[in-house]
């Protein structure tokens, strides 16, 4: 039996001890910091208050202060902590990741470096690791439709593993792989970390489609599924554009990712509220008051610099991304800008 | 101003006689005998019963028996009626659409011809026209999420025009698009016309989904994203065996018309009780019943023998597919099936 290590008890971290535990790994998790109350609750035997799930039985859990311990031995590490807390977590863990024989990564973000240059999460921890002068193994990207209290509760589950070593994504697709979590393996790491914070974005813009039913008593589903349409165009674009296939973006980390982040989650939770007429602006902070992040809001700022930073034209391409960067940055009129970046142009007239 | 006559005066059939008029054609509306009482509503002051809106201003009407009144003069005929009253209403249409320079054709579906081999719509009139030594103009197939309903009432919609000649295809989208109905124009007519009724097939497998969900308590939302993926890869393996464009699928004609489709409609609607548990032929017969037809019941069995006739395995790639249509035949396990065929396989397992 291998060992395996998630870093990070939240709600991704924890649902993961499921399917590992099922395929037959020894399964470590390490809560950061700020995962104390999460573990607490587990450990006086409730379900994990972020999936309303129980731990998976067998999984070992190791507190903040234990992450040498949590570390020691294994054959692999699961890095799932919010995306801010990747830079952090990376250096505390380096001298494990680095004995490991492959990096899992499910977090998910645009990392910029010291002088703002946007980079993927892999490579802003082969940077880090570079830094610091230890090697890493193999990084897969981990990603597609996953709810993680669905993942931790046996739902039928499709993801998809991205490794520059295909190699490494198959044995790990097998490896993990039970008969309800499935995964696709493919060679194409940036295809996968690209779509997953983008998801994030388009998901407002469903979000605004969804609340301008509610605010007009109206359904709006042409345009859903336009701007859906146009999202998946987008998330396309983008990953070629960084030398993706453009197929990823069609498929189960693309596709599959928006719609099941356009079924409910945060970031539509946000879109609803600007489409029933809230101000972007307003709307965010009354979310934030209630600790609601929503991850779709830095990432679409990100977004625009990742685009920016590849030179040419290709914002133009882009109008979706545009229209909601307009939108969260105060621009009136959220419904009319999201049609107008959704619908195709006019043919011949404009 | 140009003449168009839309031949069916159903849903779809009224609902463009709002964009054709405010995008400035003289617009005539025929109806067939099954429309009578559809146009007697309008008669007498109401919406139209399918739509719940009224007849754009200026459509001039003309019932069943005034065909060639309906027609004389048509620069252009817009198809619009049921499927199944394809091959009947374009015989006695004939005249009329060979003297109109293009017809278009927003009626969907697979057609068998006296041998049982299917056709494409296009395919099926222009053989149609052949045998009874007509001429045809340029067809035009129409795609895309389209809600009838939106369409009438001004809320913005994406559709795509595909014609075989690309130019025909661009100067429809011109003459056609307005500032909420607008269309992008692609010389992919059978990439637009194959994903049509495929989709309604999907939208069953998407409804099982949202009736598990129903039935158990427990959202199945990473299934529901594994299907929409699933049929989404499975509608362009199936378009790109007819010589279509793969990107139509993955564009408003695939992945857009997918979406609207999933959000309501009678073939999701369909789904859901499978999903919650009825067997599948005992929930068609109360569908039937309450004069629901569900096109995806016939459009599975049709798209099976097309994808049979192209011979080659192609079946073995399209296991969403042909879980439908074993549920469809009354396979139990309705929820195992569809995520037996939406999730990867084990890699290197199975």
Redesign the interface.
Known sequence: MSLITILGAGAMGSALATPLTDAGWETRLWGTWLDDHLLDACAAGNPHPRTNVALAEGTKVFRSGQLDEALDGADAVFLAVASVGIPKVTEMALAGISKASVLLCTSKGFCPDADGRIQLLPEAVRRIAAENGVPVPPIVAVG????AN??A?R????T?YGCLDHNTA?RM??EI????Y????TADEPGVEVCAPMKNVYAIALGIADGLEEGTG?????????I???A??EM?IVSTALGADPATA???AG???L??TG??GRNKVYGVRIGRGEGAKEALAAMEAAEQTVEGVPAAGLALTLVQQTGGDLLHRLPLLKAVTEILGGAEDAAGLV?GA????????D
Chains 1, 2 share one sequence.
Request: net charge positive; aromatic share 6%; proline share 7%.
């Open positions: 597609g439709p996953c709810k669905e993942v509760d739902k039928p589950t499709a998809i198959v697709a097998r792989s039970t008969d309800v499935r995964i696709e393996p109206f359904a709006h589903h042409n345009l859903k599924s336009a859906f349409a146009q998946v165009r396309s069609y498929g189960l596709v599959g990712d719609e099941v079924l409910s049609a959704a619908l195709p142009l006019r043919s011949g007239t």
